[in-house]
């Protein structure tokens, strides 16, 4: 069973443009919401992260906004670059604070920006 | 760079062959988490050591087993590979165990 369902699979956008990708989760006891960046050939990279007591973080030009009454968070992307060209894995966890980080990931979004 | 070390980068072997996939952790990282990523499961959690010890496991076959040495490394030990078991296994580390993971590059294991 998918704890954290994201969609959509794959997005295209012009450069310049603003990148959407969302996330869905059913199990209240999440409190830790990541955005992993993933390229070919390479392992995932933490880009940005939310906790549940706060319903936006930006960092640069990424953007977590969250919904907790939804369940519900998703990743703005502004000013879309090629080299933003990746796969995009939202994620959530229960052990903020704990020794048991464990990671569910959604199925990942293949985003392609062109120039 | 993640700071998180995993040898070898590609892997082929048999099936019914035995494997040992070595990670690295980041300086000062206590725990490790090893992870497959395959096109059918996504990317999918295996196992957790924090400071030596299994704190917590998820989709681990029978077959696979791991360790975190004193020295805070860990090992994936593959055994009775099947074609299925071809995958991409990233470990990652965090500092007390916490949710805030780095990962590192990742092993291919490919099984013919």
């Known amino acids: 069973q998918q704890q954290v369902k994201q969609s959509p699979q794959s997005l295209i956008v012009q450069k310049g443009g603003i990148s959407i990708i969302n996330c869905a989760y059913e199990?209240?006891?999440?409190?830790?919401f990541p955005w992993y960046q993933q390229f070919p050939g390479k392992g995932p990279a933490l880009l940005i992260a939310?906790?549940?007591?706060?319903s936006e973080k930006k960092e640069g030009r990424f953007t977590i906004s969250f919904n907790k009454s939804a369940k519900q968070f998703s990743l703005h992307i502004m000013d879309s670059q090629p080299g933003d060209s990746a796969t995009y894995f939202c994620?959530?966890?229960?052990?903020?604070?704990?020794?048991?980080?464990?990671?569910?990931f959604g199925r990942g979004t293949q985003l392609t920006v062109w120039p | 760079d993640s700071g998180v070390t995993q040898t070898p980068k590609h892997l082929i072997t048999a099936t019914g062959q035995r494997v040992t996939l070595r990670c690295s952790p980041r300086s000062g990282d206590l725990s490790v988490y090893w992870y497959q990523q395959s096109l059918d499961q996504g990317l999918q959690f295996l196992i957790q050591?924090?400071?030596?010890?299994?704190?917590a496991k998820g989709n681990i076959l029978e077959r696979f087993s791991a360790q975190q040495f004193p020295d805070l490394h860990s090992e994936l030990n593959l055994s009775s590979l099947e074609l299925g078991d071809s995958a991409l296994y990233f470990c990652?580390?965090?500092?007390?165990?916490?949710?805030?993971?780095?990962f590192g590059p990742g092993t291919r294991l490919t099984v013919t």
């Open positions: 050591y924090y400071n030596g010890e299994e704190r």
């Open positions: 199990n209240t006891a999440f409190d830790y």
């Open positions: 990652a580390s965090s500092v007390g165990g916490g949710p805030e993971q780095y």
């Open positions: 939310i906790r549940p007591d706060v």
């Open positions: 994620a959530a966890s229960k052990g903020r604070g704990s020794t048991l980080g464990r990671l569910y």
